[in-house]
């Protein structure tokens, strides 16, 4: 039986479809009370196209260890449905559902021509009319800025739970990242292990949220969220090209002399405006860079003076609760001491009273 392509699966009587896919990830799916259900799939071709995949709960020991992320498989006897979760990792109705009667083979064969992932990137200057369509997840790039110290917090079943904080920037737009217990612990060692820079992160498969208060946009991952730091890809080296070598450079001097040097008379207006434009986007971005330094340093700042504070604080708390306890153990062993001098006496008295007696 021929291959068939993920663009011709469709949702009919069918079962004896066969594909040959890579796997791009997996993740598990459970329920409020922590009970897993299934696996999710996401599934690439050598046409360049995705699809969802689903594997329940009930099957989960036939097939989830033979599923290996970036591995190529043979995939036949499987069924097509609707896919209707809330949260889509990209615009797809469908989806592959593994049955009982699924057969998987592995691959062992490289295929080159199914990449190992596929990436529709938002841009952040469109964020807020992203925001309005719910329906599916996004993929976003950018160059990590402004990591903020890990946070912990209790959820409102009295969980513990932590998220570490930072921006991605397009080094025009900028948006807040905010990773989630195990995404963060992910995020903070490959970060640390990072040596390109600027470190350039893709997101894939994240949520917006928007905070209805003030209108402010963040990026939060999800369960099918994946990270990559300084992938090896086309748009990683252009983003990479365009950021600055120095925060602090001449362009103030690039500027004014554009400026001086701009006749809309003449025929190489375009080119002029062009230049003087160009040095304003790099004028603004290293404004940018340096306000976002001053903030880190205010941000410091702040965190130094609580943290003296609080250690002062801590100390002399300390020292209160260690000279209460010497207070009240050295009354107790004053009342001690009191009370075998009493005894004492009285037994001293009770010989006197025994020696002074007449004796018969």
Same mark, same amino acid.
């Given at each position: 039986?021929? $291959?068939?392509?993920?663009?011709?699966?469709?949702?009919?009587?069918?079962?004896?479809?066969?594909?040959?896919?890579?796997?791009?990830?997996?993740?598990?799916?459970?329920?409020?009370?922590?009970?897993?259900?299934?696996?999710?799939?996401?599934?690439?071709?050598?046409?360049?196209?995705?699809?969802? @995949?689903?594997?329940?709960?009930?099957?989960?020991?036939?097939?989830?260890?033979?599923?290996?992320?970036?591995?190529? $498989?043979?995939?036949?006897?499987?069924?097509?449905?609707?896919?209707?979760?809330?949260?889509?990792?990209?615009?797809?109705? *469908?989806?592959?559902?593994?049955?009982?009667?699924?057969?998987?083979?592995?691959?062992?064969?490289?295929?080159?021509?199914?990449?190992?992932?596929?990436?529709?990137?938002?841009?952040?200057?469109?964020?807020?009319?992203?925001?309005?369509?719910?329906?599916?997840?996004?993929?976003?790039?950018?160059?990590?800025?402004?990591?903020?110290?890990?946070?912990?917090?209790?959820?409102?079943?009295?969980?513990?739970?932590?998220?570490?904080?930072?921006?991605?920037?397009?080094?025009?737009?900028?948006?807040?990242?905010? %990773?989630?217990?195990?995404?963060?612990?992910? %995020?903070?060692?490959?970060?640390?292990?990072?040596?390109?820079?600027?470190?350039?992160?893709?997101?894939?498969?994240?949520?917006?949220?928007?905070?209805?208060?003030?209108?402010?946009?963040?990026?939060?991952?999800?369960?099918?969220?994946? %990270?990559?730091?300084?992938?090896?890809?086309?748009?990683?080296?252009?983003?990479?090209?365009? $950021?600055?070598?120095?925060?602090?450079?001449?362009?103030?001097?690039? *500027?004014?002399?554009?400026?001086?040097? $701009?006749?809309?008379?003449?025929?190489?207006?375009?080119?002029?405006?062009?230049?003087?434009?160009?040095?304003?986007?790099?004028?603004?971005?290293?404004?940018?860079?340096?306000?976002?330094?001053?903030?880190?340093?205010?941000?410091?700042?702040?965190?130094?003076?609580?943290?003296?504070? @609080?250690?002062?604080?801590?100390?002399?708390?300390?020292?209160?609760?260690?000279?209460?306890?010497?207070? *009240?153990?050295?009354?107790?062993?004053?009342?001690?001491?009191?009370?075998?001098?009493?005894?004492?006496?009285?037994?001293?008295?009770?010989?006197?009273?025994?020696?002074?007696?007449?004796?018969?």
């Amino acid at each position: 039986m021929e $291959y068939q392509s993920l663009s011709e699966l469709e949702v009919i009587n069918k079962a004896d479809w066969k594909i040959k896919v890579r796997l791009a990830r997996k993740w598990e799916q459970t329920n409020r009370d922590g009970h897993l259900q299934g696996v999710h799939m996401i599934l690439i071709d050598e046409y360049h196209k995705r699809m969802h @995949a689903w594997i329940r709960c009930t099957l989960m020991k036939s097939f989830d260890d033979r599923f290996v992320g970036g591995e190529t $498989y043979e995939i036949s006897n499987f069924i097509v449905a609707p896919y209707t979760e809330k949260h889509k990792c990209f615009e797809g109705d *469908i989806q592959i559902v593994l049955t009982s009667r699924t057969i998987v083979t592995a691959l062992q064969q490289n295929y080159s021509l199914i990449p190992d992932n596929i990436f529709k990137f938002t841009n952040l200057k469109h964020f807020k009319d992203a925001t309005e369509q719910d329906n599916h997840l996004i993929d976003i790039i950018g160059v990590i800025d402004d990591v903020r110290p890990l946070k912990h917090v209790t959820n409102t079943t009295n969980g513990d739970q932590f998220f570490r904080e930072f921006v991605v920037t397009d080094l025009i737009h900028r948006v807040k990242v905010f %990773f989630w217990n195990e995404l963060a612990t992910a %995020f903070d060692i490959s970060f640390n292990q990072a040596t390109d820079q600027p470190v350039i992160i893709i997101i894939s498969c994240c949520n917006m949220i928007r905070n209805d208060y003030n209108g402010d946009t963040a990026i939060r991952n999800m369960p099918a969220t994946t %990270f990559d730091l300084n992938a090896n890809c086309d748009t990683v080296d252009t983003l990479r090209k365009r $950021y600055p070598n120095e925060i602090c450079s001449d362009e103030d001097d690039e *500027i004014m002399k554009a400026i001086d040097e $701009y006749e809309p008379e003449e025929a190489d207006e375009t080119d002029r405006r062009e230049t003087i434009e160009k040095a304003l986007t790099n004028f603004n971005v290293n404004i940018a860079t340096m306000n976002r330094q001053h903030e880190q340093l205010n941000q410091n700042l702040t965190d130094f003076r609580l943290n003296f504070f @609080a250690t002062v604080k801590q100390q002399h708390e300390d020292m209160t609760k260690i000279l209460t306890e010497f207070t *009240i153990n050295f009354y107790k062993q004053q009342q001690i001491l009191n009370e075998e001098i009493q005894i004492l006496r009285i037994e001293a008295k009770k010989m006197r009273d025994s020696f002074n007696s007449p004796k018969f």
